[in-house]
């Protein structure tokens, strides 16, 4: 048993898991119902992802590469040119209307 992935997004870590089956690695969230029952933020009751099989972790971490998305980037936030929403740097069209960041103007930096 190994741990992968730790994150207060249990939605995330459940999408993480239903990747991991797709590609058959024997996965477990640890700590999940903890974290729904007791509704508290602790690092000990964080929903983990664990694999059973370690000789497969290395597997699934390629496997969970793409649908990683950055917790920081170098790049900055952009907003929307149309709507004026804010959108993370990762996102290539407005997640509020669809427009697409290309179509922004580069900010200028003073
Ligand atoms: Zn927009």
Redesign the pocket.
Known sequence: MKELYTSMDSSRIGFYKSVLDEAGIVCFIQNEIGAQTLNVISPIFQPTLCIVDDSRFEEAVELLKPHHYPEETASSDWT??????D?PAGFE???????EAAQQAPVVKS
């Open positions: 929307c040119p149309k709507c004026g929403e959108n069209v407005c997640w509020n209307c669809g427009t």
